[in-house]
Structures are given as C-alpha cells and as structure tokens.
T-cell receptor, first 112, second 117 residues
C-alpha cells in the first residue's frame, strides 16, 4: 500500500479556505485517493474520493495533479466545527483489496 | 444511509474479564467488516478483517485468541476482548463496506472506549 505524507497540523480561522496537501509518491496506477475526517472519540467519516483531476461534493473538493503523486483536500470557508484530524489514504480499486492504512493525519484547528 | 453502530459506546471492566463489542450495519448489508484500535493521540491501526460466515483475517501482531471476532450475519460483527488487561484499554472502532456498488468505501462506527482497571 502506498505511503502517504501530510502535515501534522494546520491552523486556520473561521471563514477561510483550508488546503491540506498529501504526498503519495508510490501510488499505483489503479489506486484511488480517499480522505476521512475524525473528531475526538468518534469514528472516521468519509469525506471524498478521487482518481484524477478534480472532484467536488457538498463538503469539499479534491485536486489531483496529472502525475497523481500528491493531492489537495480543499475545505471552503471553514468553521469551528471543522476542527478535526484529516486522513489522506491511498486505496486500491474495488475488488483490489480494501484494507485501509491510516497515516498520522493532519490535525486542523480552526479558531475564531 | 450507510450507518454503522457500535455497542457499547464505553465500557469499564476489571482486569481478567472478557468484553464483547458489537458492530452493526443498520441500513445495509455489510460484505466485509473491519476492526481497528486507536490509542490516544495516535492513528487507527487495523486489527482484523471479517467476512460474513468465514474466519477473520488478523493483522500481524494481533493475537487471534485474545481478540475473538465473529461475523455471524451480514449486519453484525462482534469483537470479544478475552482476559482483558490494562494495556488493552483503547478506542475500538469498526467499519463496514457494502452499500455502494462498485466501491469499497468503508463506513465507520462511532467507536467503543474500553477501560480496563
């Protein structure tokens, strides 16, 4: 499974856009990039998944450059409730084995 | 949709006793369920993978005789921590796949906080 590297922590203020970048230099051709959010004492929550270019949903956007060696999770106009740990994972395609390997994650702290 | 529940949410037990944690997929049939453990300020670590009707596959270093996993139906998996000791105190989280055709997206339960005295 491809290893991921992301910043340990980030600070932001309410209303700002937050971009968390993850590097995954050894991503395989068919792997997907998935992001989860975890609040203290809760299970992770799926945020977004993509393969290439850009994916957007009601919560976030995911930008993936052509070489796919990195990805950026973009959270528009964060609020205090977005304070959480964000995990970037590289996962095989459906049917390719679905074990998840969680890295250290990025602790995002949003302040007033 | 895709809701996973766990019971209990927290449990305190004496050293040497056994504790059972339930994981249920409430609105879908889970083809595969996973069990994770998370220590304070650390990331999630996969303990085992469970498929309905078959034996669980444990990760390296996880004692299968200590952490008993049963996946008797497509909506229920249980993790039993046998002869628990203080070092087993942790946050145990389950996840399930199955509701989204063509994907293996995992949906996580809320976790169970185990404290062994």
């Amino acid at each position: 499974l491809a290893k991921t590297t992301q910043p340990i922590s980030m600070d932001s203020y309410e209303g700002q856009e937050v971009n968390i970048t993850c590097s995954h230099n050894n991503i395989a051709t068919n792997d997907y990039i998935t992001w989860y959010q975890q609040f203290p004492s809760q299970g992770p929550r799926f945020i977004i998944q993509g393969y290439k270019t850009k994916v957007t949903n009601e919560v976030a956007s995911l930008f993936i450059p052509a070489d796919r060696k990195s990805s950026t999770l973009s959270l528009p106009r964060v609020s205090l409730s977005d304070t959480a740990v964000y995990y970037c994972l590289v996962v095989p395609p459906p049917g390719g084995g679905n074990k998840l390997t969680f890295g250290t994650g990025t602790q995002l702290k949003v302040e007033l | 949709g895709a809701v996973v529940s766990q019971h209990p949410s927290r449990v305190i037990c004496k050293s040497g006793t056994s504790v059972k944690i339930e994981c249920r997929s409430l609105d879908f049939q889970a083809t595969t369920m996973f069990w994770y453990r998370q220590f304070p300020k650390q990331s999630l670590m996969l303990m085992a993978t469970s498929n309905e009707g078959s034996k669980a596959t444990y990760e390296q270093g996880v004692e299968k005789d200590k952490f008993l996993i049963n996946h008797a139906s497509l909506t229920l998996s249980t993790l039993t921590v046998t002869s628990a000791h203080p070092e087993d105190s942790s946050f145990y989280i389950c996840s399930a796949t199955g509701p989204d055709p063509g994907t293996d997206t995992q949906y996580f339960g809320p976790g169970t906080r185990l404290t062994v005295l």
